[in-house]
């Protein structure tokens, strides 16, 4: 049997306890109004799982077989479960302890059925903030039905803390040029999201871009000019190239009187105390307008007069502010001039991440989260290998130095390509890191999830797809930065001017990565035969990305001058049908948001091959 996270002391008893249809769930007199909805998620796992539906009591009963109670103590978050063969009787240190004691409860039944274990566990977490951070910014912002599966998922392995990334995909009033073109969050979305997520023991925080990383809205008409670098609208737009820009002029007064605009209309949708100035990847400061400042009082000192006065005004909104702590970790020095309660957001996501950057904040005195990430930008299967290997270095190092959360991160650079129900995997990685230290495999992580996730008593579906994303060969990074540089001649880091080239050895790996795809592909299928009926559904969005990654090396083999002009046709073609049903998925979790720019790359690709079959 799985748990995850794995509790942190857990005995195991001879004999069983079986549920049955007659007896209750009891809420005793100390559980609040709030537990009722967490004891009907547990009666629909009952029902689901256990083939019976257990009625809901409060008080005493003489029926009762599974016993809901509160007994507060220190460790808020902690929980003791005991199944006996007389009944289940889980006891919370609060409301959202009791919660994770259900949590742990529902992945008992989900396997066992019926007939359950004699156990007992005691548990509580290490880290009290547990956080997941989701991208709805750069290419996908997902349907709110979809925002609530992943708040349902994210309570299911105990993770207590979620943010979205805003850029410019929140209907704010006043900035219709900002969205215009977009399928934004609104107002009634975030008050029901924040309303759900409180239900289920998951503090929603606001998280808005308020320094840099700010293209749409530096690419207006009404506040172009408060851009860093001059003429930032004059760029054609680029997957890639808003990534490199567009940072507010922090000499010109009105960027914070904008900034502070924004705040006070986006804070009060949330009951969260905290709110996330972002303040990351401010690249161009000092180098355009605020030159001259920059040549006076230097270019740490205007990042830090700045993220001084948002974290401030931040204060005296009653909130705790949080910034990402990249551009800090150059002088951290500078950590002492923030407010006190302030929250230094530490992310590195390299599989061999070092804890330097963790080191330098908590001797400078930092009160900082660290920040891994599930790797799945850029791509379309996460890397989840990589991810697990930084996740589990960044939360040891969070343990290490005393940091007081981890907030596991899923960006959505270059669109947003990955179906976000491929990031689950990693972000379980950061509930069963952050929760203790106890350490699974990455082989053992795999066969858990596969159970837990899909239902699949094979054990073997989530490595297949670990498997299946080191296949991508022809990647989509480097099909938007080809297409980008070669279209519009954008600007690119040097690191990737390799990406533009086709070196003659790379057939040979696009020709094995496709056979071994096709293969992996016939092994997932066949775990189908076994998996709970419910679940099947999951698969298919794996195939249609394993679909993809076939279809992009076919024309990373086409651009090789290794296919007739023909087959070079039928790959364009190919791409075209994948397409089609790539919409069909995005659609089944997203709005309409930034598609139309996926479908312009993959458009160009597929007339590029067919201008190059003319000359075969």
């Known amino acids: 049997m799985y748990l995850l996270p794995q509790p942190n002391h857990i005995s195991e008893r001879s004999g069983s306890f079986e549920l049955e249809y007659c007896r209750t769930i009891r809420l005793s007199v100390s559980c609040p109004q709030e537990s009722l909805y967490h004891a ?58 009791l919660l994770w004691g259900i949590q742990t409860l529902r992945q008992i039944i989900r396997q066992e059925g019926a007939v359950l274990p004699c156990l007992e566990i005691e548990d509580a977490p290490e880290i009290p903030n547990r956080g997941y951070y989701h991208d709805v910014t750069r290419g996908r912002i997902p349907t709110l039905s979809y925002l609530k599966h992943l708040a349902d998922t994210l309570s299911f392995y105990k993770i207590n803390q979620l943010q979205l990334y805003i ?65 930032p609208d004059k760029e054609p737009f680029g997957l890639y190239a808003r990534q490199c820009h567009h940072t507010l002029n922090v000499t010109d007064g009105r960027s914070m009187e904008l900034v502070r605009q924004m705040i006070d209309e986006y804070m009060p949708l949330f009951s969260s105390k905290y709110f996330n100035i972002g303040a990351d990847e401010t690249f161009d400061l000092g180098k355009g307008k605020s030159a001259e400042e920059a040549e006076r009082t230097g270019v740490k000192r205007m990042y830090i007069d700045f993220v001084k006065e ?73 890397q989840m290998e990589d991810a697990y290997e930084n996740i589990r270095r960044m939360c040891s190092y969070g343990r290490k130095y005393g940091a007081v959360g981890v907030l596991n991160t899923d960006w959505g650079d270059f669109g947003h390509i ?92 696009l020709l094995r990565a496709n056979e071994e795809l096709a293969q992996l592909k016939r092994e997932m299928a066949l775990c189908t035969r076994r998996m709970d009926s419910s679940m099947r559904g999951k698969v298919q969005a794996y195939q249609t990305a394993a679909d993809g990654i076939l279809t992009w090396n076919r024309i990373g083999l086409a651009m090789l001058g290794c296919f007739s002009a023909e087959e070079m046709k039928r790959a364009a073609a190919e791409l075209e049908n994948w397409f089609m049903h790539y919409k069909n998925l995005w659609r089944s979790v997203s709005r309409q948001s930034e598609l139309d720019c996926i479908a312009h790359v993959v458009f160009w690709w597929a007339d590029r091959v067919r201008e190059l079959a003319k000359d075969r």
């Not at 970790?329 to 500078?334: K, L, Q």
């Not at 957001?345 to 991440?353: C, I, S, T």
């Not at 963790?358 to 930092?366: C, F, N, S, V």
Request: charged share 25%; aromatic share 10%.
């Open 167 to 231: 850029e410019h995909t929140y209907l704010f009033e006043g900035l219709s040029e900002m969205w215009r073109d977009d399928t934004p969050l609104t107002a009634a979305d975030i008050l029901e999201l924040d309303r759900y997520c409180r239900s289920l023991g998951i503090d929603l925080v606001p998280s808005l871009s308020c320094f840099g990383h700010l293209y749409k809205l530096l690419r207006t008409k009404s506040f172009r000019d408060l851009c860093e670098l001059p003429d």
């Open 40 to 97: 009907e998620l547990l009666q629909k796992e009952i029902e689901q799982y256990a083939g019976c539906r257990m009625q809901i009591v409060r008080g005493a009963s003489v029926h009762e077989a599974i016993i809901l109670d509160i007994e507060p103590a220190e460790c808020e978050e902690g929980y003791r479960l005991s199944i006996s063969e007389d009944a289940v009787h889980i006891t919370g240190n609060s409301s959202r302890g």
């Open 310 to 382: 948002l974290c401030e005004y931040v204060v005296s909104k009653g909130k705790t502010p949080m910034f990402w702590g990249d551009v800090i970790c150059g002088f951290p020095e500078y950590i002492g001039e923030l407010p006190e309660e302030t929250i230094c957001l530490n992310w590195g996501y390299a599989p061999d991440q070092n804890e330097e950057s963790t080191r330098k904040l908590a001797e400078a005195g930092a009160v900082q989260y660290v920040c891994p990430g599930v790797s799945g930008w850029n791509q379309m299967i996460n």
């Open 418 to 509: 990955n179906h976000p129900e491929f990031s689950i995997p990693g972000m379980i990685c950061g509930a069963c890191f952050s929760w203790n230290s106890r350490e699974l495999s990455f082989e053992e992580l795999n066969r858990a999830v596969s159970v837990l996730e899909f239902m699949d008593p094979t054990e073997k579906i989530t490595g297949i797809a670990a498997q299946m994303a080191k296949k991508d060969v022809f990647t989509w990074r480097r099909a938007v930065v080809y297409q980008e540089v070669t279209q519009d001649n954008a600007e690119i880091y040097d690191s990737d001017r390799g990406l533009l080239e086709f070196q003659p050895e790379l057939e040979e790996k």
